[in-house]
């Protein structure tokens, strides 16, 4: 599947490409502000993974899909290789396409997520998004009520509404509610036990999260000898969006090494 991008910055034939990937229920606008501040340096493709944003819906989803999916969109922008960067989901999935082609990841970033299968900790989230009555909704405002019941966090629902759409009077989710919900326990999976990719790999931590602990570190170093961590405390699992300043230096460094 060729994945929606958006690419902004400097040339990719001047510039190294750099690859950013958003997390469950997002968009490549989600990643925004790193883009932005990359873009003075760097070729960069913003891609909206399947089922999410702007890209093709599929019944089927798991992290190598997805990787063929990355590596048909790169083929097509004729982008050999590039630096990944991925929150999340979206980093479980730039880590099966660093593991399935080594040869086109330069750098690897993963922004609070490691190698491992988690327990799920969206079904709350899930319980919200269909409550929505979507076929005789009138208003976001209404969708936003509908949700409170099941998701607590206005900060979370204002982050679901940015995908809900309004065309033609009618509301619709952008992301395929149905496709992710089947396929949840894939995304919860660990992306791939197998492989190597020796690369450069940064993982950073939101300090308050528990998606990166000190149990994840064997599996981490299995698959990525040469990983390394930072920590931005005072930041949970929306670290990028919670201390921008802070993440994008850590990013800045990394690439620049």
Known sequence: ???????????????????????????????????????????????????????????????????????????????????????????????????LYPQRVTKLIAADVAPVAYPPRHNSIFSGLFAVDIANLSSRAQADEQMSAFVKEAGVRQFLLKSLIKEDDKFYWRFNLNALKANYSALTDAPMTTGQYEGPVLFIKGGESDYILPEHKEAINRLFPNAQAKIIQGTGHWLHAEKPAAFTRLVQEFLLR
């Open 1 to 99: 599947m060729l994945l929606y991008t958006h690419s902004s910055g400097l040339t990719e034939s001047t510039a190294e490409p750099v690859v950013l990937i958003h997390g469950l229920f997002g968009s490549y606008e989600n990643l925004g502000v790193i883009a932005r501040s990359l873009s003075e340096q760097y070729h960069i493709i913003n891609v909206d993974v399947r089922n999410h944003g702007r890209s093709g819906h599929s019944e089927q989803m798991n992290y190598n899909l997805m990787a063929d999916d990355l590596a048909q969109t790169l083929d097509a922008l004729n982008v050999s290789k590039a630096a990944l960067l991925g929150h999340s989901m979206g980093g479980k999935l730039a880590m099966t396409f660093a593991l």
